[in-house]
T-cell receptor, first 114, second 115 residues
Framework: DTEVTQTPKHLVMGMTNKKSLKCEQH?????MYWYKQKAKKPPELMFV???????INESVPSRFSPECPNSSLLNLHLHALQPEDSALYLC?????????????FGDGTRLSIL | AQSVTQPDIHITVSEGASLELRCNYS??????LFWYVQSPGQGLQLLLK??????LVQGIKGFEAEFKRSQSSFNLRKPSVHWSDAAEYFC?????????????FGTGTRLLVSP
């Protein structure tokens, strides 16, 4: 059982839709992350939140909009996505953002863009 | 720039046989080192980590890894593989003493376990 919960597990959406991915953790972690993972590839970092503030945006297109309403929740709002955005989206959390902080991953949301 | 190399894309091991997955990193100082496992359709699970001290670290599920500074390696081992170990394994590196640095992942090694 993972301690980082992501919903939904699967999402199919059209290119004009608006949807959101949700991530929740109750480990008291103060850093949360969004990753994108294409098939047979390692995860690619998208965003990092530290103490509920966006600290890193890895030049992600604006059709992806992150939000951290509180220390336990992380959302990823999606709008006007492209077929190449189909991927597994992983959320992770860690106690802090130092390089020695293990990140704990959720099981991801499998996103398919029609 | 730091990098992580996992030279084996696929490895097939018989059930009950020993396993070694290779990981080499490129970085001037000793980084923080991690091994993660990803089963199909799931997220990444941390197997073990190395920061300093004893160069042989024990992890979950019977895995261990040895840090060798002279070889810039952090290879993962298991003495007897079980069919449930079939998965994708990622080595990752974090940089010390520089605030946040993103984890740099290797390209992964897919482990297949034959009966």
């Amino acid at each position: 059982d993972t301690e980082v919960t992501q919903t939904p597990k699967h999402l199919v959406m059209g290119m004009t839709n608006k949807k959101s991915l949700k991530c929740e953790q109750h480990m008291g972690h103060r850093a949360m992350y969004w990753y994108k993972q294409k098939a047979k590839k390692p995860p690619e970092l998208m965003f990092v939140y530290s103490y509920e503030k966006l600290s890193i945006n890895e030049s992600v297109p604006s059709r992806f909009s992150p939000e951290c309403p509180n220390s336990s929740l992380l959302n990823l709002h999606l709008h006007a996505l492209q077929p190449e955005d189909s991927a597994l989206y992983l959320c992770a959390s860690s106690q802090a953002t130092g390089g020695n902080q293990p990140q704990h991953f959720g099981d991801g949301t499998r996103l398919s863009i029609l | 720039a730091q990098s992580v190399t996992q030279p084996d894309i696929h490895i097939t091991v018989s059930e009950g046989a020993s396993l070694e997955l290779r990981c080499n990193y490129s970085y001037g100082a000793t980084p923080y080192l991690f091994w993660y496992v990803q089963s199909p359709g799931q997220g990444l699970q941390l197997l073990l980590k190395y920061f300093s001290g004893d160069t042989l670290v024990q992890g979950i599920k019977g895995f261990e890894a040895e840090f060798k500074r002279s070889q810039s390696s952090f290879n993962l081992r298991k003495p007897s593989v079980h069919w449930s170990d079939a998965a994708e394994y990622f080595c990752a590196v974090g940089r010390p003493n520089t605030g946040f640095q993103k984890l740099v992942f290797g390209t992964g090694t897919r482990l297949l376990v034959s009966p």
